[in-house]
């Protein structure tokens, strides 16, 4: 799957707390980010690791690509 469109930087703390718990919803514990200051934090991750930037993609086009015995594609356009 190819998507394609315009990402744009989330700097919002209540959007990016949104995502956060949504995250967490679908992938659990291991995915629980705090927001502080326009960016995610992992609180698990050591102390060289930096802020998480979060990008919201607004999609154009999407590709599917299928492969096995026969080869195919197809193409959304939103």
Do not use: C
Not at 38 to 50: K, Q
């Amino acid at each position: 799957m190819v998507v394609e469109g315009d990402a744009v930087r989330v700097v919002d703390d209540v959007r990016l707390a949104e995502i956060a718990q949504a995250y967490e919803k679908k992938y659990g514990a291991d995915w629980r980010f705090t927001v502080r200051d326009g960016y995610f934090h992992h609180p698990s991750a050591g102390p060289d690791a930096g802020p998480v930037v979060v990008l919201e993609l607004a999609p154009v086009r999407a590709f599917g690509f299928r492969k096995g015995k026969e080869y195919n594609q197809t193409r959304w356009t939103f």
